[in-house]
């Protein structure tokens, strides 16, 4: 019996066989689990260390900067809104990208533009600021420093005022980038499109504004490149100053069309107009098919062409749709561009003539279309275009007793219709035939070559239209031309 011990012992440790080595490997991995923990502890409190220590070398790199912006001259800070970005390498080694910025600012601390400049009297100063980055921020937000500038000493011209430059183009943005120079100084507009000169004498200064451009270079609205105006300057206030400025367009071409708005005709001048203006008529010594404009200034209201040379011509004066019923008579042009198939449109008459005193045989007719004017319709002048020819309307051919159909392309207006023959007055050859239009349709005696093509609507105070189809019938005699 004094064995059985020991054997039961035995079988009791060879069933424990192999417990020390997982007790063993267990202990490893808490060991590990715990080791993990606690690096990644240290590691976090090592990376808050680091981000707090790039927070301060950030913030004595940003006053550090406010200092050095402080240096400059008011003048720089205070041009274009100043904008400077530099690298500084901190004690740390780290390289941290330093912004710089001055915008102006009110008394009441608000930040203004040249959209909103303070024109109230209130004081305005330079909004220093420098904000300062660095790699790795892990989710920090850039450290900011700012303060305020003002004039100094000297800088501070108490006989001078201030002048603010807005410059905008067709659609009222911001042009950035254009040199604007007044009284000998020259500055670059922000990208709110303004610069602000602090310090200039009182009085009237001319302003120019310049940008290149591709293809073509900024113009003004009155097509001046560079652009200009003229600014007024007074003691101790801030003045503003305006320049509507962009990339100009050409119209080519601007060809002349019969109302049914597919047959091309001619004409010798075009007028191009704007709501705001009327350029001088371009013109040609014969008729041509098409003009080219010069470079003119992409109003958003487009510009409006019509065949003619004076007021009288233009449709807008008769119907309140031309612009729209007469197809790209009006063209609302895209900046920097070449802008194809404007057009102006004119009125075909057909002259119907007869002559029942002639038999047989043909007489040379000469037609007169002249433009009618009187006191009572203003728009026709002496100045307004008569048919090409000579005379004005050319010499016809008409065979009788057959009639004969003549056609003449007219732009918008009033015209005196006449038709005589080539027979010396007061001899039995001599006829004539004036148009005498409708008594009730005043000016009776003109011929109104008003827009008349499909969808056009004229206007109340408009003279009535007449036919496209005149009926003439040579017939009157007289001692002297009746016609020129």
């Known amino acids: 019996m004094s064995g059985f011990p020991a054997t039961r012992l035995r079988a009791r440790l060879a069933g424990e066989a192999g417990f020390s080595m997982i007790e063993v490997m267990v202990s490893m991995v808490l060991l590990t689990a715990l080791s993990l923990a606690t690096l990644s502890v240290i590691d976090r409190s090592t990376a808050a260390s680091a981000k707090v220590r790039s927070k301060s070398v950030a913030s004595d790199i940003a006053h550090e900067d406010l200092n050095r912006m402080r240096q400059l001259k008011f003048t720089l800070a205070s041009s274009a809104s100043y904008r400077s970005v530099s690298t500084e390498t901190g004690v740390d080694k780290v390289p941290y990208t330093v912004t710089s910025t001055a ?168 007028s191009i107009s704007t709501q705001t203006k009327t350029l001088p008529p371009a013109t040609s010594a014969s008729p041509v098919a098409s003009f080219t404009t010069a470079k003119l200034f992409p109003f958003a209201a487009g510009w409006s062409f019509y065949a003619g040379s004076c007021a009288g011509n233009n449709p807008a004066n008769y119907a309140s749709n031309s612009s729209t019923a007469l197809t790209n008579s009006s063209i609302i042009p895209t900046p920097g561009t070449t802008v194809p198939d404007g057009r102006a449109y004119l009125r075909r008459l057909t002259l119907h003539l007869t002559d029942s005193n002639i038999a047989s045989g043909s007489e040379a007719v000469r037609a007169y279309i002249t433009p009618y004017y009187d006191s009572t319709y203003t728009y026709m002048t002496a100045t307004c275009e008569s048919l090409p020819g000579t005379p004005p309307g050319g010499t016809i051919t008409s065979v ?53 093509m499909s969808g056009i609507t004229l206007k109340a105070t408009s003279p009535a239209n007449d036919a496209a189809t005149v009926n003439g019938s040579l017939a009157g005699s007289g001692s002297a031309n009746q016609c020129g």
């Open 103 to 270: 915008n102006w600012a009110t008394d009441s601390g608000v930040e203004t533009s040249c959209a909103t400049p303070d024109t109230a009297g209130t004081s305005q100063y330079l909004r220093i600021r420098s904000s300062v980055s660095w790699p790795n921020m892990d989710g920090a937000a850039p450290v900011v420093a700012d303060s305020i500038m003002a004039p100094r000493g000297k800088e501070a011209n108490r006989t001078a005022g201030s002048l603010m430059v807005k410059v905008q183009d067709r659609g009222a943005a911001p042009v950035a980038g254009a040199t604007v120079t007044a009284a000998g100084q020259s500055l670059v507009t922000s990208a709110a499109g303004c610069v602000f000169f602090p310090a200039i004498n009182a009085g009237q200064w001319p302003v120019t504004v310049t940008k290149g451009g591709s293809p073509w270079n900024f113009m003004d609205t009155d097509g001046n490149s560079p652009g200009a105006t003229t600014a007024s300057v007074v003691v101790g206030d801030v003045s503003t100053a305006s320049v509507t400025f962009d990339q100009p367009s050409i119209f080519s071409p601007v060809a002349f069309y019969r109302e049914d708005g597919t047959t091309p005709t001619t004409w010798t001048s075009v």
């Open 400 to 452: 009788a007793p057959n009639a004969t159909d003549v056609a003449f392309d007219m732009p918008y207006g009033l015209y005196s219709v006449c038709a005589e023959t080539t027979a010396t007055p007061g001899t039995s050859g001599y006829r004539y035939w004036k148009y005498s239009g409708s008594a009730s349709a005043p000016p009776s005696g003109a011929y109104h070559a008003l827009p008349s």
